[in-house]
């Protein structure tokens, strides 16, 4: 039941047909493309792949897709959050069943609850199944919701399957104070940065990030992590700089302008369901000069 | 302009007597204290040192004092912040006359202003001075104002005396976007953590630092400083901990806790001036039992 995360872990966006509805090969096609280009890890559905706005059956299918097409050659940790806990159990249960290497949960959604309710909702996730656990901090996103290092302390006690956090607060206090607790009683855990900085997260022990900007850019991303495991600070500078850059052009309309990149990269997957925008043309032509601009056009595969 | 490029930079606190007058006799000890303990410049009277309890005249006589006392040993940047643009530019002139090598600046209080407002104030700021200006980001002191990376390259456009930034918001992706952002538009545009979490803030490229902690633990954080400015992250990473639960006791007991975390080390800086109450004495006792858990603080000198 032991697996070792690190590196930058590829979280795949959901391909859609033109109708909206989930297109499987693509999917799988690009699950192959990620692990081809040296993804240590696949990572699915986060919330650039649209989780939200599916449905239980939907995530199943994809869950099933991605460990399928994994293979067993990297590990598959299925994100299992929904807006009710019953079905955040069901997507649980089915991640065990399909084989799915761990399951990740975030702060209960809606509810702004209180350390006590996260802990016991983990709690209850993590003993529930026999998988390893990651769980996801997103204070930024949820008003302020988050783990405490006291409560991640908490849950190291009472969870030996409790693996791992993706902390997603890109704020030095905040990752130290998990990460300092975290690391005394599990010196494996994983500290995992939601998007890739790994310039600031590495040196505080870090062991990688989930992926923003890796279909468009997988080599940049391996670059910048060897960079920051090598301490050669110089060349982790530049391709941190870089790959922040894409981030900024991604962060607007994520994942629609990620999705609109992809076109460009001769990888395209489809439209994004409402509420979230489609890019339109225009904003995949901007797209395009900034990744021209930053060299990712030449620098990076075209086509799966 | 001057070349001052900013190091490890001490902000002594403001010792006060028992009917709430500023303490000089003391706080020339202070002075001395922070020169003899590592400090390449100070900086003050910053928030930690109250500036926001003292009248106008107090703050422009605490100044004076400071650089009688320091005699030139280390360059002195003046804390000018005010709600009025006009009140903070006659502070800044006042500044400048005094002898103090640069000014430092964070958002108005209590306006919450718009860009349009921000840019105008600051940049007023700025241009009654010749000596070098910096902004200080302070969201969590400053009710959520934050200094924007459009600010930023708006005033090196606008402002030839705009050095640099200090920044307390710890936000990995504002870290970043100063430095790869604003030193293109400025190649020697200085970043400076605002606060002593300098692994992450060093590897993406902040050089320098602002110590208010030195007051409690001044080798403590010198030695951090040090392996960091050598880029020796993972050394650094234990007293980067330790730093971290130093951080955390005197938080979450705001200016009395960082007088009374002072006091327990044998430098009494007095109470803090009203509204805020100093701890009582159970507190105390809690504060510096918890500090002496910390083994680097408890191993620090203690008195002056």
Known sequence: ?304 | MSDLQLGLVHTPLTPFTGDIAIDFEQYGRIINFHLKNGAEALALPMHVAESVSLSDAERRKLLEFALEQVEGRVPVIAHITQSGTSIACALAQHAEQAGAAAIICTTPYYWKPQPGMMLQHFTEIGATVKIPYFLYNAPSEMGGTRVTIELVLDLIKRLDNFAGLVDISLDWQFLIDVVSNARRAKPNFQLLSGLEFLISAGAIGAKGAFAPHATIAPRLVKRLYDLCSAERYKDARPTQHEFASLYQAVKKRGVSGMKAAARSLGRDCGDPRPPILPLMESAQRALAEELLRIPSVAEEGRGW
């Open chain 1, 1 to 304: 039941m032991s697996i070792t995360l690190k590196g930058v872990m590829q979280a795949p966006v959901t391909p859609l047909n033109e109708d909206f509805s989930l297109d499987i090969p693509c999917f799988e096609r690009m699950v192959d493309f990620h692990i081809r280009h040296g993804a240590p890890a696949i990572a699915w559905p986060h919330h650039k792949a649209e989780s939200l706005n599916m449905t239980v059956e939907e995530r199943k299918l994809g869950a099933e897709a991605a460990v399928k097409t994994s293979a067993g050659r990297v590990p598959v940790s299925i994100f299992v959050s929904a807006l009710a806990i019953k079905d955040t159990i069901e997507l649980a249960r089915h991640a065990e069943k399909i084989g799915a290497d761990a399951i990740l949960v975030i702060t209960p959604y809606y509810w702004s609850p209180s350390p006590e309710e996260i802990y016991e909702y983990v709690v209850r996730l993590g003993t529930m199944v026999d998988l390893p656990i990651l769980t996801y901090n997103s204070p930024g996103y949820l008003e302020g919701i988050e783990f405490t290092g006291e409560l991640v302390g908490r849950l190291i006690q009472r969870l030996p399957n409790f693996i791992g956090m993706k902390d997603a607060s890109f704020n030095s206090e905040k990752f130290l104070e998990i990460s300092r607790v975290a690391l005394e009683l599990r010196p494996s855990f994983a500290m995992i940065t939601g998007v890739e900085f790994l310039l600031p997260s590495v040196p505080l022990g870090g062991a990688g990030s989930f992926s923003a900007a890796g279909a468009i850019s997988p080599n940049l991303c391996n670059e910048l992590y060897d960079a920051c495991v090598a301490a050669d600070w110089d060349r982790a500078r530049a391709a941190q700089y870089k790959i922040t850059r894409l981030w900024m052009l991604f962060r607007e309309q994520y994942p629609s302008s990620l999705k609109g990149g992809m076109v460009m990269m001769g990888r395209p997957v489809g439209p994004t369901r409402s509420p979230l925008p489609t890019a339109t043309k225009e904003r995949q032509d901007y797209i395009r000069s900034q990744l021209d601009e930053l060299g990712i056009l030449t620098n990076e595969p075209h086509g799966w």
